[in-house]
């Protein structure tokens, strides 16, 4: 690629996500990409620090991105939707408003001059590392298994930004899996909310914006749920006992990341991904 490729972890990766940079480190590694992980990164604030003080949440991206610019980055993949939302839109304010990039710099103390591009992972992917070279990683097909892509509402919905995929019927995930050798199924359920952070303060809401979207994917026969973004990987997976029992979903919906499946795919075991960290176990996982 010829660019100097960072991840941005965040929160997740390194704490609650830890199975998603598992994998995220294996599939990159098959696929030979020259990356490193970002250092001295912080919060992206999510969306609790935009709800309380916006200028506040300008100014911790406007660190992120200042740090990556100054380590020498020129692509930033983030892997989190939240992340990759909070980090894109101030990109994009900081470079549209010459003024106020300067006011929040000297406040700040940091500058940040433009030379980053933040990518989605999906993104970067499909667009930068390409179908056919993640084709030509496929060692184990994964034939037979029918997969629900779940994009959530974060990861093609940027105000104001062009969107790397189609914004209300995004392909870039059942682009790959396809690719992989699955089957996917045609569902409109893909960008719905599933409720992100009221998973811990509003549960009853949660709930049924998550049983919605796994009562669709398993009425459509979905053997499992493929993400990206592991806040949505979160309220999907770990409580499906109760929420299948309000629900009336008879089966087990598996929630793997979409690096767990190409890593599958691509010859590794379960646990190398990081599969047996997942609380709804993907078959043949024991």
């Known amino acids: 690629m010829g660019k100097k490729i960072g991840l941005y972890p965040g929160c997740s990766l390194e704490t609650s996500a830890g199975n998603y940079l598992k994998s995220i480190e294996k599939v990159f590694s098959i696929l030979d990409i020259d990356y490193t992980i970002m250092k001295n990164w912080n919060c992206c604030g999510a969306t609790s620090v935009k709800t309380i003080d916006q200028r506040l949440n300008l100014m911790f991206n406007l660190r992120n991105l200042a740090e990556a610019e100054k380590q020498g980055y020129e692509e930033l993949v983030v892997p989190c939707a939240s992340c990759f939302q909070r980090l894109a839109s101030t990109e994009f304010e900081l470079m549209q408003d010459k003024q106020l990039r300067k006011d929040l710099s000297r406040e700040s103390g940091y500058g940040y001059e433009g030379k980053v591009k933040v990518r989605n992972i999906l993104d970067f992917l499909v667009n930068l590392v390409g179908l056919d070279k993640i084709a030509s990683k496929v060692t184990e097909p994964l034939s037979g298994l029918v997969v629900a892509s779940y994009y959530g509402c974060l990861n ?20 790959i899996v396809k690719t992989l050798g699955a089957e996917v199924i045609d569902w409109s359920y893909k960008t ?8 811990l303060t509003m549960e009853s809401v949660s709930g049924r914006l998550v049983g919605r979207i796994l009562k669709d994917a398993s009425l459509r026969a979905a053997d499992c749920v493929t993400v990206s973004c592991p806040m949505c990987q ?7 006992g109760k929420i299948r029992s309000e629900f009336s979903i008879d089966n087990s919906i598996p929630v793997p990341f979409i690096t767990q499946l190409m890593g599958l795919a691509f010859g590794l075991q379960p646990e190398e991904v990081g599969l047996d960290k997942n609380f709804e176990k993907l078959e043949p996982l024991p």
Do not use: H, W
């Not at 719905?192 to 998973?199: H, K, R, T, Y």
């Open 156 to 175: 093609t919905r940027i105000p104001g930004m062009e969107s790397f995929d189609i914004m209300e019927y995004p392909v870039s995930m059942d682009n």
């Open 192 to 199: 719905e909310c599933c409720g992100a952070s009221l998973f």
């Open 234 to 240: 979160t309220n999907l997976d770990t409580k499906q």
